[in-house]
C-alpha cells in the first residue's frame, strides 16, 4: 500500500509538468489550429528565466578582504553580490535564495511577450498552411531558440536551486499511518505540484467565467461563426498563444530546481508531450490535463522494481505504448473532439 | 430492375432521423434527379452511396451486387463514379496528369505496384487521356497545373476524370452550386451532350431547378429524409404535394 | 537511355560525374595552405556524404512525393546497422551479405511499423512514428542488450564464430570489412604537386550504391506509382473516388523507404563496423527531416544536395573557431576587427546549428521546394527567361 502511494506520488511531479506542457500545446491547437513543435523551446526558455534571474540577484562585484588571505599571502578578494550592499547580507541571502519563486514573477511577462512575438512574426503566417509545414516551421525554431541558448549559457545544465525552506523531504508515511521513511517526498516537489494544479485551476477559470475566455472557447468550436459576428478572434488567439507560452515558461521555471536547465530538456519534454496530447484527444483541455497526469503515474509504477522484474524495459516505452493503443483504437483520444487534425 | 435498387434506407444521426425507409430505383440510361428542401437528406442518401457512411439498415444493391460495407475505391470500381459540389481534383498535378490518373485505376484496378515502369512509355494511357481531354475542349490546357484553372474549367475536368472511366453510373451533386449562369449553361450542355454522345446513367442532386428540369428524364423529391414521390418531370411540376413541399418555396 | 528521359538521364550522369571525381572536387586547396581546413575530400567524410545522400533520396521518396511526414525513420537506419554488423559477427566480414541483410531487415520492420502507423494521418502519424521510432531506440538502449549492445553498442570481438570467414587475422586482430579482399578502409593516394587526393574502397563501394539508389528513385519519381504517390499528396478524397486504394501505395513507398534508410545503415557500418542506439533516436529522424526538406523536397537531387550540406556543415564548417576567424578578419582595424568576429562567431563554427536552423526556417517559409527552387529561381533571373516559362514545367517534378 505504502508502495501503492508512493509511486502515485513520485508520478505527480513529471505528470504535473507534462500536464501543463500539453495544456499550452493543446490552448495553441484548439485555438489556432497550430501543431507547435517550438513548444518545448518555451518550456526550456522558463527554466532558463530562472537560470537569469539566479544569475542577475548574484551579480558581484570584488571586495578585499583584509581579514583573510590567499594561499599565497595576498589579501583575499571575495565576491560580494550587490545585493548585499542595497538590502544588507541577511535580506540579499534570502532574496538570492528565493530566486525560483521570484522568477515565476519576472517570467510571466517576459513569456507572454515571447509568445506575442512568436504568433504575430511567424505562426500566423502558417494558419492556412499544412500542419506537416507547421511542424516543419516551428521544428527549426524550436532547433533556432536552442542553439541562442546554448550560446550563451553553454551545453551543460545549470544547478538552480530550491529555496533552503523547500529543501529536504516531507514524510508521508507518518502523516499516513505507516513506518516513518515508508514514503519520503522531496518538498519542492509537492510545491511543484501544488503550483501546478493552480495554473491549471487558474487556465480553467479563465476559460469559463470571462468574457474573453467564452469567446475563444466559442472561436474554439467554430472559428468562422465567431467570425461573422463580427469578433475580432485573431487579436484574442494572439493572446491565448501569449497565455500557453507563459504556462509553458511557468512550468519551465518551476521544473529548473528537480532537474538543473540544459539546452535540450525542450526537445526531451516535447515527444513527450505531444504524446500526451494525443492521448488526452488533440483539441481537448481536460483530455491533455487527465493524460498528463495518467501518464506521469503510470510511468512511475512501470519503473517498479516488480514491474520491471516482470517486464523488462516497461517503464522505457510505457508512455509510447499506451501512445499507440490509444491513436489505434481511439483515434481521438481520450476526450477527443470529433473533426480537430483530421484531414 | 434498376441499375441502381435502394431498399428501406434508414439513418440516424443521435436523436435525429436524417434518412427514413428510402427506396429508390434509378433506371439504366436515364438521368434521374433527387431534389428537396435543405435537410431533406440529399447529401447523407449520397454518402450512403459512395460507402462513405452506413445506413443502419436496408440494402443498396447496384448492378446486381451490394455496395453496402464497401470502401468507397471499392465502389468506385464496381462502376459508380461521383462529382462534388465543389470541384475534387489533383490541384498539385497537371490536367494531364488528372486525366491519366483514372485511366490507371480504370486499367490497374486499385492498387498496383508499377513503380519502374515509366509514365512516358504508357502510350495507351497517354492516348486515352488525350482524347478525353479533347472531347471536353481542354486539350490545349494539358500541361497547366490544375490549381490554376479557373472553377468551370476545374469541374470540366473532373468530369472529365469521371468519364475517362467510363462508369456505369455517375453520381453528381450539385454540379453547378456556385456557378455563373454562363458556366451553369455550359456544364448543361455539357452533362446533356454526355447523355446523349456516351448514355451514361446519371444521377443529380441539384438545387437550381431550371438546371433539374433541362436535364432530368425522372425526379425523386425527398423531404425530411422520405421520398414524397417520385414521376417524369412534367408530373412533377404539377403535383400538389411538391409544390407544397418544395416548390412553393423557390417560386418555379 | 536507360529507361529515362533525355533531361534525367542527363541528371544522373551529373550525379556519376560528381561522385566519381569528388575525390577531387571536394579537395580543391592545396594541403598546408590557409584554406585546406576546407577540404572535405577525405574519406570519411566523403562516405558520409554518399550514405546519408541515400538515407534522404529514400525518405523523400515518402516524404516528397506522399506528404506523410515521418520522424522515425532513424530507427530503419538503426535497424539496418545492427543487422549488417550482426553478418561480421556471424557469417564473415564481407560486406555484401552484410549490406543485403540490413535492406532485408529495415524493409521488414518498416513494414510492420508502417502497417501500423499508415492508419492514420497527418500529425497523427508523425506522432505514431515519432513513438515507434523513440520506443525502438529506449529497447535497444536497454532491454534489447543481448542483441544491440546497449549503451555502449553492438561491436565486434575477437571470439565471433564469423563461420565463413577467419574470426582473426593472422596477426591476431579483429579482420575489417572488405569485398572479396577488398578493405574498406584501403585508401590509394595521389600526390599532385601541393596536392593530396584520397580515392577510398569504402567510399567508391557506398557512392556506387547511391547512383543506384538514385536511378531507382528517378524511375519511380517518373512511374505511375510515383504519379499515384504524388496524387495521394495533392487530394485523397479524388484518390478514393477514382478507385484507388491509397494505403498500400503509401505503406509501399514507406517500405521502400525504410529499406533506403537500411541500406544507409548497412553502408554505415561497412565503413565502421559497430552500431549503436543513438543512431535511432528521434533527433537523427529530425536530421534526414532537415536534410531533405533543405535540399527540395519533392525535388531528385535535392535531398542529396541537402545531405551533403548538413554534412559538410556539421564537419567542416563547425571547425572554424575564433582564432581562425581573426585571421580572416585581420586586414580590418582592432576595434572593427573584434566587432564583424564577435558578430559572425555565433553562427558559424560550435554555432553551426543555429545558422542551419535559421536556413532551415528560411526554405520552410520562403523556398517549399528548397535549395534546388532557390537555385532554379537565380537561374531564371539569370537567364532573364519569362517567369511563365517555369511554370509549365509543373507537369513534371522538378529536378
Known amino acids: 500500500m505504502d508502495q501503492f502511494i508512493l509511486q502515485i506520488l513520485n508520478g505527480l511531479d513529471k505528470g504535473s509538468a507534462y500536464a501543463l506542457i500539453a495544456l499550452g500545446l493543446t490552448l495553441i491547437f484548439g485555438t489556432l489550429g497550430v501543431v507547435n513543435f517550438a513548444h518545448g523551446a518555451l518550456f526550456m526558455l522558463g527554466a532558463f528565466v530562472a537560470v537569469t534571474v539566479s544569475n542577475l540577484l548574484t551579480l558581484s562585484h570584488k571586495v578585499v578582504d583584509e581579514t583573510r588571505t590567499d594561499f599565497l599571502g595576498n589579501p583575499l578578494q571575495v565576491d560580494v553580490p550587490y545585493l548585499y550592499d542595497f538590502f544588507g547580507q541577511a535580506a540579499g541571502d534570502t532574496i538570492i ?90 518538498y519542492w516537489r509537492l510545491v511543484y505540484f501544488f503550483f501546478s494544479v493552480v495554473v491549471i485551476g487558474a487556465v480553467f477559470a479563465f476559460l469559463q467565467f470571462t468574457t474573453f475566455g467564452m469567446v475563444v472557447r466559442a472561436g474554439m468550436a467554430d472559428r468562422e461563426t465567431v467570425g461573422i459576428l463580427g469578433i475580432d478572434i485573431d487579436k484574442r488567439f494572439t493572446i491565448m498563444f501569449g497565455i500557453a507560452a507563459a504556462v509553458a515558461g511557468l512550468a519551465g521555471v518551476m521544473y529548473a530546481p528537480i532537474n538543473s536547465p540544459n539546452y535540450h530538456m525542450g526537445m526531451d519534454f516535447l515527444v513527450l508531450s505531444f504524446v500526451v496530447v494525443v492521448v488526452g484527444g488533440m483539441g481537448s483541455l481536460p483530455g491533455a490535463v487527465a493524460a498528463g497526469f495518467m501518464l506521469g503515474i503510470l510511468e512511475s509504477f512501470a519503473s517498479m522494481s516488480a514491474v520491471i522484474d516482470l517486464l523488462p524495459g516497461i517503464n522505457q516505452i510505457i508512455i509510447y505504448l499506451v501512445a499507440i493503443i490509444i491513436l489505434l483504437t481511439r483515434p481521438r483520444g481520450l476526450m477527443g473532439r470529433k473533426g480537430v487534425m483530421e484531414e | ?128 487521356a488525350e482524347s478525353i481531354l479533347d472531347d471536353v475542349n481542354m486539350l490545349e490546357k494539358r500541361d497547366m497545373l490544375a490549381s490554376s484553372l479557373s472553377r468551370g474549367d476545374k469541374r470540366r475536368l473532373e468530369m472529365a476524370m469521371c468519364l475517362v472511366q467510363d462508369p456505369k453510373l455517375l453520381l453528381l451533386d450539385e454540379p453547378t452550386a456556385g456557378m455563373a449562369r454562363a458556366d451553369t449553361q455550359n456544364t448543361i450542355a455539357l452533362l446533356k451532350e454526355i447523355r446523349e454522345k456516351r448514355g451514361i446513367t446519371m444521377a443529380i442532386i441539384e438545387h437550381d431547378m431550371n438546371v433539374v428540369f433541362s436535364l432530368a428524364e425522372r425526379i425523386t423529391v425527398l423531404a425530411q429524409g422520405t421520398p414524397l414521390v417520385e414521376d417524369t418531370p412534367d408530373n412533377i411540376k404539377g403535383h400538389p404535394k411538391v409544390r407544397e413541399a418544395y416548390l412553393g418555396e423557390t417560386q418555379v | 537511355m536507360l529507361g529515362l528521359e533525355k533531361k534525367d538521364f542527363r541528371l544522373l550522369l551529373i550525379v556519376i560525374g560528381l561522385t566519381a571525381f569528388a575525390p577531387f572536387l571536394l579537395n580543391p586547396f592545396p594541403e598546408g595552405s590557409d584554406l585546406a581546413q576546407f577540404n572535405a575530400g577525405y574519406p570519411d567524410l566523403m562516405q558520409r556524404f554518399v550514405i546519408f545522400g541515400i538515407f534522404a533520396i529514400g525518405f523523400n521518396i515518402l516524404f516528397g512525393l506522399t506528404g506523410y511526414l515521418s520522424f522515425g525513420h ?76 546497449g549503451e555502449t553498442g553492438l561491436q565486434l570481438a575477437l571470439s565471433d564464430p564469423r563461420i565463413f570467414g577467419a574470426a582473426q587475422t593472422a596477426t591476431g586482430n579483429i579482420p575489417v570489412p572488405a569485398l572479396f579482399g577488398l578493405e574498406m578502409r584501403s585508401s590509394f593516394e595521389w600526390n599532385v604537386g601541393a596536392w593530396l587526393f584520397t580515392f577510398n574502397a569504402g ?163 520562403f523556398l517549399p521546394g528548397g535549395l534546388v527552387q532557390g537555385g532554379q529561381k537565380i537561374a531564371a533571373l539569370f537567364s532573364r527567361k519569362k517567369a511563365e516559362e517555369t511554370k509549365p514545367n509543373a507537369t513534371e517534378p522538378a529536378e
Open chain 3, 203 to 365: 567510399y567508391y563501394l557506398a557512392a556506387v550504391f547511391m547512383i543506384i539508389a538514385f536511378y531507382i528513385s528517378i524511375r519511380i519519381f517518373r512511374s505511375p506509382f510515383g504519379m499515384m504517390l504524388r496524387a495521394i499528396k495533392s487530394n485523397q478524397t479524388r484518390m478514393s473516388y477514382t478507385g484507388l486504394n491509397a494505403r498500400p501505395y503509401t505503406l509501399a513507398a514507406f517500405v521502400i523507404s525504410g529499406m533506403y534508410a537500411g541500406l544507409a545503415g548497412g553502408l554505415m557500418a561497412s565503413m565502421d563496423p559497430l552500431a549503436g542506439a543513438e543512431r535511432m533516436q528521434w533527433t537523427a529522424s529530425g536530421e534526414v527531416v532537415l536534410m531533405t526538406i533543405l535540399g527540395g523536397a519533392g525535388t531528385l537531387i535535392g535531398p542529396v544536395l541537402g545531405a551533403g550540406m548538413i554534412k559538410y556543415f556539421e564537419n567542416i564548417f563547425s571547425k572554424i573557431n575564433e582564432t581562425i576567424l581573426h585571421g580572416w578578419f585581420a586586414f580590418l582595424p582592432d576595434g572593427l576587427e573584434d566587432v564583424v568576429v564577435a558578430m559572425i562567431y555565433p553562427f558559424i563554427g560550435k554555432g553551426w546549428h543555429l545558422t542551419l536552423g535559421i536556413m532551415f526556417m528560411l526554405v520552410v517559409i
Open chain 3, 74 to 149: 532513424a530507427a530503419f537506419l538503426g535497424a539496418g546497422s545492427y543487422g549488417a554488423v550482426w553478418m561480421f559477427k556471424l557469417l564473415s566480414m564481407n560486406v555484401l551479405p552484410a549490406i543485403a541483410i540490413s535492406v532485408v531487415i529495415a524493409g521488414l520492420f518498416s513494414l510492420l511499423i508502417g502497417y501500423i502507423s499508415l492508419r492514420r494521418s497527418g500529425i497523427y502519424f508523425s506522432i505514431l512514428t515519432l513513438a515507434f521510432a523513440q520506443m525502438s531506440f529506449a529497447l535497444a538502449y536497454s532491454v534489447l542488450t543481448p542483441i544491440t549492445g
Open chain 2, 1 to 128: 430492375m434498376g441499375l441502381l435498387e435502394v431498399k428501406g434506407i434508414n439513418k440516424r444521426f443521435g436523436g435525429l432521423q436524417a434518412l427514413g425507409d428510402v427506396n429508390l430505383s434509378i433506371k439504366e440510361n436515364t438521368t434521374h434527379a433527387i431534389i428537396g428542401p435543405n435537410g431533406a437528406g440529399k447529401s447523407t442518401l449520397l454518402n450512403v452511396l459512395v460507402g462513405k457512411l452506413i445506413p443502419d439498415s436496408g440494402s443498396v444493391m447496384f448492378d446486381g451486387q451490394s455496395v453496402l460495407g464497401r470502401a468507397p475505391h471499392e465502389i468506385n470500381q464496381m462502376g459508380i463514379s461521383r462529382v462534388f459540389q465543389t470541384p475534387e481534383i489533383f490541384s498539385d498535378l497537371s490536367v494531364f496528369e488528372n486525366v491519366m490518373i483514372p485511366c490507371f485505376a480504370k486499367r490497374d484496378g486499385a492498387f498496383r505496384m508499377h513503380a519502374i515502369e515509366s509514365i512516358f512509355a504508357e502510350k495507351g494511357i497517354q492516348q486515352q
Open chain 1, 97 to 186: 535564495d528565493w530566486a525560483v519563486p521570484i522568477s515565476i514573477l519576472v517570467a510571466i511577462p517576459i513569456m507572454v511577450a515571447i509568445g506575442f512575438a512568436m504568433e504575430r512574426g511567424l505562426i500566423k503566417y502558417f494558419y492556412k498552411r499544412p500542419h506537416a509545414d507547421q511542424i516543419l516551421v516551428t521544428f527549426g525554431l524550436a532547433i533556432v531558440i536552442q542553439e541562442i541558448v546554448k550560446y550563451f549559457y553553454g551545453a551543460n545544465p545549470i544547478p538552480t536551486p530550491a529555496p533552503d525552506a523547500f529543501v529536504g523531504s516531507f514524510d508521508f508515511g507518518v502523516v499516513l499511518g505507516f513506518d516513518p521513511n515508508a514514503i519520503i517526498y522531496p
